[in-house]
């Protein structure tokens, strides 16, 4: 709740320090009833109205959580959609609020996404979804949904961008300190991650540097060096924990950075090759 929620009230600060005149968005928290609630953290909050006192909204955005999942909550917000969800422009969940969506039926033969460790049972309870466990946020028609926490921000970096332009929803990101904005389709489960869990000495910090210097030398000798160890003995670790050779997992990271730059707009082979580290343009058209 709280991500999206920083994410669109930035979006006003930014707009009118860049254009002036009215902020584009205005926030509302909706309640079930007048009474303040806890998050599964024990942070509380205060609705500002009820829910049933809606006025039309643009954009209804549905949090995750435990509560979320208890009958009674979800049947009051499965029939407020099934009433008013005509009267949204776009409908968005965020983590489990796929809970209080599928229900509706807003979401039958839709692509949607939740967090990872939830969607094998949001796709046996609500068969008719088309459900993908790896996306960070997906949209069908007016419908979008995301999968955890940070993925939130994600997915109103991608509304507000629809909304304002990119111009906008890059100044937010750079204002909420995102590492990088980051499109609907790439994995929750990222290689570099996937490295740190699998590695709890020094080569965790490893994979979080080297996503960050691709276009340095990323060669065995100097990556050893970086883990302070010699290049055999660094090679043979590598391997060992991560099943393949230091040079394969740096091509694919190289790879996966270079998809992701290419489906950007105004993308050229010459800069994407440079900035993932390769020598020339015809060097990175043979890997890719």
């Known amino acids: 709740m709280v991500g999206p929620a920083d994410a669109f009230s930035t979006a006003n600060e930014v707009w009118q320090a860049l254009y002036g005149g009215p902020v584009p968005y205005q926030l509302a928290l909706r309640g079930l ?3 303040s609630f806890a998050a599964e953290s024990g942070v509380r909050f205060e609705a500002h109205a009820l829910l049933d006192d809606a006025p039309p909204l643009d954009t209804f955005i549905v949090p995750g959580g435990r509560g979320l999942r208890e009958i009674e909550a979800n049947a009051r917000i499965v029939a407020w959609l099934q009433a008013h969800a005509r009267d949204c422009r776009r409908i968005a969940s965020v983590c489990t609020g796929i809970y209080g969506l599928a229900p509706s039926g807003l979401l039958d033969g839709r692509r949607v ?3 990872w460790r939830f969607a094998r049972d949001v796709a046996q309870r609500f068969p008719k979804l088309q459900v993908d466990d790896n996306a960070l946020y997906l949209r069908d028609g007016p419908c979008y949904t995301s999968a955890g926490i940070t993925a939130g921000i994600d997915l109103s970096l991608a509304l507000i961008e629809e909304d304002l332009g990119p111009r906008v929803a890059l100044a937010v ?5 995102v590492y990088l904005k980051r499109p609907g389709g790439q994995a929750q489960y990222s290689e570099p991650l996937r490295m740190q869990v699998l590695s709890s000495d020094r080569f965790a910090d490893l994979a979080a540097w080297m996503v960050g210097h691709l276009d340095h030398d990323l060669s065995v000798e100097a990556l050893a060096a970086r883990a302070n160890l010699s290049p055999r003995h660094f090679s043979r670790r590598f391997a060992a924990i ?3 050779a ?6 694919d990271l190289r790879m996966s950075e ?5 489906s950007q707009d105004g993308a050229s ?14 060097v990175f058209r ?3």
Request: aromatic letters at 10%.
């Open 33 to 35: 009833n007048g009474r």
């Open 258 to 262: 270079a998809r992701r730059m290419l």
């Open 113 to 115: 996404t939740t967090h």
């Open 286 to 288: 043979r890997a890719f």
């Open 242 to 244: 991560f099943g393949c």
């Open 246 to 251: 230091p040079a394969r997992y740096v091509e």
């Open 173 to 177: 990101a750079r204002d909420l300190v």
């Open 269 to 282: 082979i010459q800069r994407v090759a440079a900035a993932v580290g390769f020598a020339s343009a015809d």
